[in-house]
């Protein structure tokens, strides 16, 4: 299986919701991702092996942010 890269979209009981770069959706056994993933945090999924990008999750959250800043602007 190739590398996926996705963000955790939500948690749905013991589900985790991931939506992958084609914009659909995945659900994994929340069990598999690391005990400190949230949601938003952009995650690599290789076969079940899950990982927490921290770098693009920070970017991915500054980037939000900047966008929100602009639209409250007064």
Do not use: W
Not at 11 to 35: C, M, Q, R, S
Not at 44 to 57: A, L, P, S, W, Y
């Amino acid at each position: 299986m190739s590398l996926i890269r996705g963000i955790i979209d939500r948690f749905e009981n013991d589900i985790a919701v991931v939506e992958v770069e084609d914009g659909h959706t995945l659900d994994y056994p929340k069990h598999l991702l690391p005990i400190d993933a949230e949601v938003g945090d952009v995650i690599r999924i290789d076969g079940n092996h899950f990982t927490v990008d921290k770098e693009e999750t920070k970017k991915r959250r500054n980037e939000i942010d900047e966008l929100m800043d602009e639209l409250f602007e007064d």
